[in-house]
């Protein structure tokens, strides 16, 4: 139970940190403005973090987890190649819609990191850019695919999804599922699929 309330602790700090370094950016945002919006003291929150930078880390590397486990997801999922390539876009669009303000932070603030976090962050995206290019790979060598760079493929995909946080709006005419739906179909031809009929 202790860890639990710790760990509940920490991602408040988390959570709180990200809406104002997305608000403010990370140079323009203290620890004073922290303790403020939380309630708390300083102490308090340099009992779980170091410093400063050191919570703009926690959020990248939660970031960088949560996508990599959504791909990790999609390699093992039953199915076709171009069905789980579709879902796990799905995944990846509404990833950056309902974690909206961590994205705009992991985009905009990756020069703030200190060097040996940039290393651990730029390890957990090789190795998702790999499982994604490997995922399309499939379909290549399923025949589903009229490409072939399966890398280029990944980054291009990767690069169209990442960005949906800056111009999303709850309000829009497009609700959150309908633009991970239609953004799966661009992914699904930008791989040229030859398949007729695809999951909708």
Known sequence: MRDEVKQYKRSRIVEEASKLFYEHGYDATSVDMLAVELGVTKPFIYSYFENKRAILEAVHEA?????????????????????RLQRFVELYVNENIKEQIASGVYLQEEKNLSSQAKVAVRKIEREFDKLLAGLIREGIESG?????????????????????????????????????????????????TKRKSRRK
């Not at 987890?65 to 076709?80: D, E, M, S, W």
């Not at 946080?165 to 239609?182: N, Q």
Request: charged share 20%; aromatic share 8%.
């Open 63 to 83: 970031a960088a987890h949560r996508v990599l486990g959504h791909i990790k997801t999609a390699i093992h999922a039953p199915g076709p190649p171009d069905e």
């Open 144 to 192: 589903l695919y009229s490409i072939q760079d399966a890398k280029m493929a990944s980054l291009c995909i990767s690069g169209m999804v990442r960005w949906v946080h800056r111009w999303y709006k709850p309000d829009g005419v497009l609700g959150a599922d309908e633009i991970a739906s239609t953004i799966s179909e661009f992914a699904l031809n930008m791989v040229g």
